[in-house]
């Protein structure tokens, strides 16, 4: 062999030496409705960090938050289509599709943390069966925290919500705010603002983390905790791309998933009381709501169960149950 030939081989056997062997990488585009500030935003951050991490960067996740690439009502489809591989979606969205999504949208049916956990456990092995059968698989499930108004007075009754234009997120939300005589209009969460502005709504009913999301001080000066409910959001993975990855990935994406069902449920209690004071330094007035308004949202969620009865699957009725029983 001759020195041109000596020095090529050599260098050719250099330069294999010191290439670093490839990492296959996957890529994921994700979507939420949510901005960076809100607490289950943060905790899918957390989540993707955990993942891109401890697989070594096989799995890359990009996340596209606050309704930038897909509003959130169209997420479920999105990823169920294949259009992306992961997004978070409110449950209480998809009430038409079956009657369980609204379960947790009826007044009175968990009002603490602890009662959302149980039915929480009750639902979900039925809400793996239905999104197993939709190529989609649920790796989180997060309760929001306790909601209330958002009015530009002071509540001192159920007067005082007679005829206001509230903005609600769910058709039961709607019919709670009807039976307080209220006029209720299901908004997106990013039309709150302009519809503030142009007259369309003069009050809000939700947590105390999307009124700072919104900066609902631009709007109105009073926030009347309720609780009422913690209906909840879940992230969903489209199974043909989970079952793509190699099992070690799977099993990192499962973990991931179940540490920040965990994390999300504590952000949910830490930001109740955050939010209010984040509020409170922006000169909002936090208070109860008065004893006849929580007594009517009563009264009304009592009449929502038994309707939600009579639309309800046999299996779907078990699960009800089965969470009635738990609270024994």
């Known amino acids: 062999m001759n020195r041109r030939a000596l020095i090529a081989s050599a260098a ?20 939420s409705g949510y901005p960076e ?32 690439l897909i509003k959130l009502d169209a997420v479920k489809r999105a990823v169920q289509s294949g259009q992306i591989q992961i997004g978070e979606i409110r449950l209480g969205v998809y ?68 005829g206001q234009k509230l903005r609600i997120y769910s058709k039961q939300t709607q019919i709670m705010g009807e039976k307080l005589g209220m006029e209720a209009l299901i908004l997106p969460f990013a039309e709150v603002p302009q519809a503030f502005s142009t007259g369309m709504i003069q009050s809000l009913w939700t947590s105390a ?12 000066k009073h926030f009347t905790y309720t609780g009422t409910m913690h209906n909840k959001n879940a992230i969903l993975v489209n199974e043909r791309a989970f079952r793509q990855l190699d099992p070690a990935t799977q099993k990192i994406v499962l973990e991931a998933g179940e ?38 949202i009563e009264a009304a969620g009592k009449g929502m169960v038994t309707d939600w ?20």
């Open 209 to 220: 983390q999307t009124g700072t999301d919104v900066q609902i001080w631009d709007y109105v």
């Open 37 to 68: 500030s809100s607490f289950f935003t943060q905790n899918i951050r957390q989540m993707i960090k955990e993942i891109e991490e401890k697989s070594g960067g096989k799995l890359k996740i990009d996340l596209r938050s606050n309704d930038s």
């Open 95 to 162: 009430g038409n599709e079956a009657a369980m999504y609204n379960l947790d949208n009826i007044p009175g049916v968990a009002t603490t943390y602890d009662q959302a956990t149980k039915l929480t456990d009750a639902q979900r092995p039925f809400f793996e069966a239905m999104f197993k059968k939709n190529g989609l698989r649920a790796i989180t499930y997060v309760a929001w925290p306790g909601q209330g108004f958002y009015t530009k007075e002071s509540l001192k009754g159920l007067a005082d919500l007679k």
């Open 12 to 31: 050719l056997a250099l330069g294999l030496g010191l290439a670093a062997p490839a990492v296959a990488q996957t890529s994921w585009t994700m979507a």
């Open 309 to 328: 009865l009579g639309t309800a699957t046999a299996e779907e009725k078990a699960v009800y149950e089965a969470y009635q029983k738990s609270l024994k």
């Open 259 to 296: 540490a920040a069902t965990k994390r999300g449920w504590e952000l949910s209690k830490k930001a109740s009381e955050e939010r209010e004071g984040i509020l409170k330094s922006h000169g909002m007035t936090i208070a109860q709501a008065p004893k006849d308004i929580l007594d009517s």
